[in-house]
Antibody
Framework: QVQLQEAGPGLVRPSETLSLTCTVSGGSIGSYYYHWIRQSAGKELEWIGRIYTSGSTNYKPSLKSRVTMSLDTSKSQFSLRLSSVTAADTAIYYC?????????????WGQGMQVTVSS | SYELTQPPSVSVSPGQTASITCSGDELGDKYVSWYQQRPGQSPVVVIYQDTRRPSGIPERFSGSNSGNTATLTITGTQTMDDADYYCQAWHARIAVFGGGTKLTVL
């Protein structure tokens, strides 16, 4: 059973770059889209973007100028970089995968990583 | 940008039927997924592609989608169903989530 696990700093200074990695275990990275989704204290889920195993990406337009996603298939990992962070970027960050080839829904999800932006 | 609208809260007594709606422009033309999230846990899908239920999800969970509204229905609600529920759909290659509905079972 495939599992995802986020990792990275839990505290990031304002104006710096948030960097997170998601490791895929229990199976091959396969041919799927991998996603980053965040959840602020207000509890609303926000999709950040996705990366396919070919390396192609799609980002939420409002975040596109600050987001970079990458993939390292040799390590079964994919990464998120979010630049110029502010307090508004404080959230739980989840990685997730397409459940199947239709790409309509997300499963599995990682356990989530709390990231706080503060000086 | 595309928006999905959910009621902030729904209350139901145990054993009764709970309905949570999700509204969006021409939502019936898109596939909708529903996610359950208990406190401190990651979201878990309970319905995908409008009406399909993943393995391991109880039969009391069902979904529908037509026109501008998708509905998650929980028949014979149990106290363990007390959680937040989020609808999700794709629009122009962007995943969109509803604001979430807090289901209280009491």
């Amino acid at each position: 059973q495939v599992q995802l696990q986020e990792a990275g700093p839990g505290l990031v200074r304002p104006s710096e770059t948030l960097s997170l990695t998601c490791t895929v275990s229990g199976g091959s990275i396969g041919s799927y889209y991998y996603h980053w989704i965040r959840q602020s204290a207000g509890k609303e889920l926000e999709w950040i973007g996705r990366i396919y195993t070919s390396g192609s990406t799609n980002y939420k337009p409002s975040l596109k100028s600050r987001v970079t996603m990458s993939l390292d298939t040799s390590k079964s990992q994919f990464s998120l970089r979010l630049s110029s962070v502010t307090a508004a970027d404080t959230a739980i960050y989840y990685c997730a995968r397409d459940a199947d080839s239709t790409g309509d829904w997300f499963d599995p999800w990682g356990q989530g990583m709390q990231v706080t932006v503060s000086s | 940008s595309y928006e999905l609208t959910q009621p902030p809260s729904v209350s139901v007594s145990p054993g009764q039927t709970a309905s949570i709606t999700c509204s969006g422009d021409e939502l019936g033309d898109k596939y909708v997924s529903w996610y359950q999230q208990r406190p401190g846990q990651s979201p878990v899908v309970v319905i995908y592609q409008d009406t399909r239920r993943p393995s391991g999800i109880p039969e009391r969970f069902s979904g529908s989608n037509s026109g501008n509204t998708a509905t998650l229905t929980i028949t014979g609600t149990q106290t363990m169903d007390d959680a937040d529920y989020y609808c999700q759909a794709w629009h122009a290659r962007i995943a969109v989530f509803g604001g979430g509905t807090k289901l209280t079972v009491l």
